[in-house]
């Protein structure tokens, strides 16, 4: 619909995209644990729910015996308890077969319990406002802020945010492209991502980011929330005034001294045709340490070191061939196989013995190889699966073609995974 819009209209070029990222100071020590506790007791809808307890099974990796020839893996055993309401009576054959697992097993925990809304809301109040913490020897109870730590707070803080967006970022920015806010021949993109405390705003619209910018870094003291303005980037003039009685100005990641890239959550975003990098700033990929575990195949153990810190890098966000140009996703695969060879060289000399087997280290790198193309691949076969829930022949033909151009595109990540490798290995600076 836009790309009629802007053809009618005679535009060619893409429109220009101005971006925002704001990062919340100290965000789970500012929430406002009453203000929080308001938006959970209405979140929490249902009077009583049940929850399921069941476990599934699935294989692990495999590893290599000592022989380095046979494969052997583990199998384990993860216990799940969703919440459903207390209504909910489906058999659980049936909430397996909806699970998004794949080569699982599934066994039934058969006892189940219940709760109430009123219960989970006693919990939720005791987590909240009975937090006791020990500085210094000295005892105290927290009355701002939400426990650091729990495996609730990430959640809280999501909930407690996701409101705030509701509230106070939708009124100063109405949806975009709304009837009866703006005339039908709007032709506006924008969106709004937040990882826990870590805004991005992209927009067409310069004076919808200018907007946001204000808003943000304004502060809100309803939700306790203020922004660290050095963290702040903005690819164009804020004009919010924040640049006074000594407050330095927002970062311009578009300056001639900058890299023109938006560094966001581990990710380099170009905001001309929004191509996705991954940040290698951070030195502590370099950083390893192998304490050696005698329980484990050495061979196993030595690759998955080396491969720990690039399996996040296998997303779709930096290979799927719908979002990036070809250039890209080389780029992208070429710096994450050099990372995983510097690594290599690395955690080779902290290895605990001396005679170094160059068997050993060549199955190795073979090794790490077929894992990365295993998860570029599983990667980007979940696309697949979500694309292609009919039957072939009921596939839409547009459907069909997409599913063939990602398979073929995968094909040639396997291709370029090998090759690149191998080249990652030889660029090596040599001792």
Not at 236 to 245: K, L, M, Q, R
Not at 292 to 300: G, L, M, R, V
Not at 336 to 351: D, S, W
Request: aromatic residues 10%; glycine residues 4%.
């Amino acid at each position: 619909m836009c790309a009629e819009r802007r053809r009618s209209s005679g535009e060619t070029e893409a429109p220009m995209a101005y971006c925002v990222t704001v990062d919340i100071e100290r965000c789970f020590d500012t929430i406002r644990p009453r203000k929080l506790y308001q938006v959970l007791k209405k979140a929490i809808r249902e009077d009583e729910y049940l929850i399921r307890k069941h476990w599934v099974g699935q294989q692990g990796s495999a590893t290599s015996s000592s022989k380095g020839s046979d494969k052997s893996s583990s199998f384990f055993f993860k216990m799940e308890r969703p919440a459903f309401s207390s209504g909910d009576l489906r058999g659980f054959e049936e909430l397996a077969a909806q699970s998004k697992k794949r080569n699982a097993m599934f066994v039934d925990g058969v006892l189940y319990d219940y709760l109430t809304k009123t219960k989970a809301l006693q919990l939720l109040k005791e987590h909240l406002f009975a937090n006791v913490v020990q500085i210094e020897g000295q005892v105290y109870v927290q009355k701002c802020g939400i426990p650091q730590g729990s495996v609730l707070s990430t959640t809280l803080c999501n909930i407690y945010y996701a409101h705030f967006e509701q509230r106070v970022l939708r009124k100063r920015l109405p949806e975009v492209c709304d009837p009866s806010i703006v005339p039908l021949s709007c032709c506006q993109h924008e969106e709004l991502l937040r990882y826990t405390d870590d805004f991005l705003y992209i927009t067409t619209d310069l004076k919808r980011a200018r907007t946001f910018s204000e808003v943000m870094h304004h502060g809100n003291d309803e939700y306790g929330c203020s922004v660290n303005l050095a963290k702040s980037q903005v690819n164009f003039d804020p004009n919010t005034g924040s640049n006074t009685a000594g407050q330095p100005a927002v970062a311009r990641f578009d300056a001639p001294d900058a890299s023109g890239c938006l560094s966001w959550c581990g990710m380099l975003i170009d905001p001309v045709n929004l191509q996705i990098y991954s940040n290698y700033d951070n030195s502590a990929l370099l950083q390893a340490s192998i304490p050696f575990n005698e329980t484990k195949a050495a061979q196993s153990f030595f690759v998955s070191k080396v491969v720990s810190p690039i399996r996040q890098r296998w997303h779709p966000l930096y290979f799927d061939p719908e979002l990036l140009a070809v250039d890209t996703i080389q780029v992208n695969l070429f710096q994450m196989l050099c990372l995983a060879a510097h690594r290599f060289t690395i955690l080779l000399e902290m290895l605990p013995f001396v005679n170094h087997d160059m068997q050993f280290f060549h199955e190795s790198v073979h090794e790490i190889l077929a894992k990365t193309t295993k998860g570029i691949h599983r990667s980007l076969h979940l696309g697949l699966e979500t694309d292609t829930q009919q039957e072939p022949k009921a596939a839409p033909k547009k459907q069909r073609n997409r599913s063939s151009k990602q398979a073929y595109q995968a094909q040639k990540l396997q291709v370029s995974v090998g090759w690149m490798g191998f080249h990652g290995w030889r660029v090596l600076p040599k001792k």
